[in-house]
């Protein structure tokens, strides 16, 4: 079969495999790989949740590929679990712990319910971060071994603004994907009846957008505009188009890609739904 060759060239900077994302994402990094090569994409990154596991498997193939002739870059990257600030969620924590009723070792009133709507110490978004360079690369790798370490791992492994300055030389930044560090000042402008506060959410992006910038700088950080048939994806949308304008932020286009070719949708999707039926627990990918 012929390789088809794309209209307008494109690089997918957001995806995901069954290497690094399991229970959400179906495909080895060389399934992904030979389908963006034969449908005309030269480069592909790879963003696993919260890890970089499928880095050998990804690079390996890249080489075989190469060895085939086939002009072809992997683009190393990751789709890191953000908080804010590490020690303003460590006085979140302390205040909870503070509060909590135990007898007998056992939590008999939760200090949660102090703080309201559920368990923010838990809360927690997406950011797309790549590597540039080689000494990128080494910064990813760091980022990576401190956010699977206490104080940063509680559930999930996470990051904050003082980590992502700390090793952000050689690293692209994206703001990531309507789970991401871009959409959750929508959704932290909802209501109770699920209204959103568009002035509330724009003002509060544009503080974080420009504390980004000022940490990557113009280069190195950029809105993520993705597309689908979501409504809230589209205010979203709306609101980093206005904010990167009003900051002369670049944008780019991805597709949160969790499958290597479209014909498997429907797979993906019983995958994810068999996974969360055995085990609730599981969804370490999915939010």
Partial sequence: MPRIVPKIPFVNLHAHTS????????GYPSDHFDFAYQNGLDAHAITEHGNCNSFAYAHFHEQKMRS???NFKYIKGLEAYF?????????????KEENDVIEDGIIIDDGNDLLKKGDPLRKKCHI????????????LFKIVSTSWQKPYFYYYPRI???LIEKYSDGLIGLSGCLGGFAAQSFWSSLNEEGQPNLDYAR???YKKMLK????FGPESWFGELQWNNIPEQHIVNKLVIEISKELNIDLISSADCHYPSPD????RELYRRWAILIDPKCQIGLT
């Fill in 68 to 70: 085939e002739n086939k």
């Fill in 128 to 139: 797309g971060l790549l590597a540039r360079n080689q000494k990128g690369l080494s910064n």
């Fill in 83 to 95: 908080i804010a600030s590490l020690e303003e969620w460590q006085s979140l924590k302390d205040f």
């Fill in 212 to 215: 980004m910038l000022n940490i």
């Fill in 19 to 26: 290497i690094g994302s399991p229970f959400d994402a179906l």
């Fill in 203 to 205: 003002e509060d992006l």
């Fill in 160 to 162: 904050d603004f003082d």
């Fill in 264 to 267: 498997l949708w429907k797979d």
